[in-house]
Structures are given as structure tokens and as C-alpha cells.
T-cell receptor
């Protein structure tokens, strides 16, 4: 079925470094969402994007809805140990009744 | 405010036994409800979604079934569990109809089939 290509699959960084991850698709999406999942818990919504070109921030997190509507990126600035977890992008296409398509996740490890 | 609950949090079941996982949502009416399975901590696979009481759509053929007996209750079931049914099961809800497509997840149920 339809998939989103999320990269990188994993990242190992030092505390204080900036992080960037992205999702791409061959299809156009009208919504991009970014979630974070801590071990053993459900994903938590971080940022929602609804317009092509939209740039939205949530604290140290910034996400953008690509102009082509086929991609999105998430940046984390000045990473801290509690940023550890798996980050998922999710997109929705038109006429999908609210269903989301998820990327495979980016696992972030932060070394103090 | 809206909250979503899943029960139980963890479950260990033998192969061939039945299954019933429950999801309930509070603080909203007529939500869309979703069941996902996550294997090995990666990749969420949509199993079922529901737009109303008694309305269930299945995304993939499998050993599981879903039911929605009440507006804010969603149940995932199996008559006979397989080893491959092990995983982390997540329930989610969203507002429908809506211009916003955000889904909000429950805490999950960790199922181990032995």
C-alpha cells in the first residue's frame, strides 16, 4: 500500500546538536503530521501542517509542509536527553476519510 | 478535554485463546476510531477504523475483528490468537467531519502470544 519514505531511520547525536528528519512521497498530501513516541507509550502529536509551504514551530521543534505537497521535514534545535524516542511523520490524502499514512519512524538517541 | 483509555495495558495469552481489547474515549461525541498494530516499535499498521456505531472498515485481512457497540467504545477481538498477533496495539480517535485530520492515540496494549 501507500507508504511514506522517512529518513533517516535512526540518529545518534550529542546533546545540544540540531536534528533534521524528513518524509517524502510520490503522491500529494493535504495534511502532514509529526508525532513522537516514547518507549511503551502511544504516539503524541507534536505539529500539524495543513498548507503547502507552511512553517510551524512548537518550542524547539520546527516543521514545514513542502511546496510540492509531497514532503515535509522536522527540525529539533539544541537537542536534550528527553528528545529521545521515535519520531513519525503521517500524511493524509484527499478523500481518505480521515485515514493517515505513517512513515516508518526515525529513532533518535541523544548522548548527554 | 478529551481523553482516550485502553485496557489492559499488557496481556500475555496462549496461542489459540480468545482476545478482547477495549478502547474508550471521553470528552467528545461521534469520533472516528482507529485500531493500529505496531511491531518491534516501528511502523504503525492500520487494522480497522470506524466512523460510527456498528460501522467497521477493515484495512487488512487477518485473524482479528473489531466492533463498536457504543459511540465512544471500540473493541478489538480474536476467537483464536496466533503467534503473529503479538505486538503493540494502539487505539486512536479523530474528530469527523473536520478540516483537521489529527489523530490522538491511547497508551497502547502490549500483547504477547506464547
Amino acid at each position: 500500500g501507500q507508504q511514506l519514505n522517512q529518513s533517516p531511520q535512526s540518529m545518534f547525536i550529542q546533546e545540544g546538536e540540531d536534528v533534521s528528519m524528513n518524509c517524502t512521497s510520490s503522491s500529494i498530501f493535504n495534511t502532514w503530521l509529526w508525532y513522537k513516541q516514547d518507549p511503551g507509550e502511544g504516539p503524541v502529536l507534536l505539529i500539524a501542517l495543513y498548507k503547502a509551504g507552511e512553517l510551524t514551530s512548537n518550542g524547539r521543534l520546527t516543521a514545514q509542509f513542502g511546496i510540492t505537497r509531497k514532503d515535509s521535514f522536522l527540525n529539533i534545535s539544541a537537542s536534550i536527553p528527553s528528545d529521545v524516542g521515535i519520531y513519525f511523520c503521517a500524511g493524509q490524502r484527499d478523500n481518505q476519510g480521515g485515514k493517515l499514512i505513517f512513515g516508518q519512524g526515525t529513532e533518535l538517541s541523544v548522548k548527554p | 478535554s478529551q481523553t482516550i483509555h485502553q485496557w489492559p495495558a499488557t496481556l500475555v495469552q496462549p496461542v489459540g485463546s480468545p482476545l478482547s481489547l477495549e478502547c474508550t474515549v471521553e470528552g467528545t461525541s461521534n469520533p472516528n476510531l482507529y485500531w493500529y498494530r505496531q511491531a518491534a516499535g516501528r511502523g504503525l499498521q492500520l487494522l480497522f477504523y470506524s466512523v460510527g456505531i456498528g460501522q467497521i472498515s477493515s484495512e487488512v485481512p487477518q485473524n482479528l475483528s473489531a466492533s463498536r457497540p457504543q459511540d465512544r467504545q471500540f473493541i478489538l477481538s480474536s476467537k483464536k490468537l496466533l503467534l503473529s498477533d503479538s505486538g503493540f496495539y494502539l487505539c486512536a480517535w479523530s474528530v469527523w467531519p473536520s478540516s483537521y485530520n489529527e489523530q490522538f492515540f491511547g497508551p497502547g496494549t502490549r500483547l504477547t502470544v506464547l
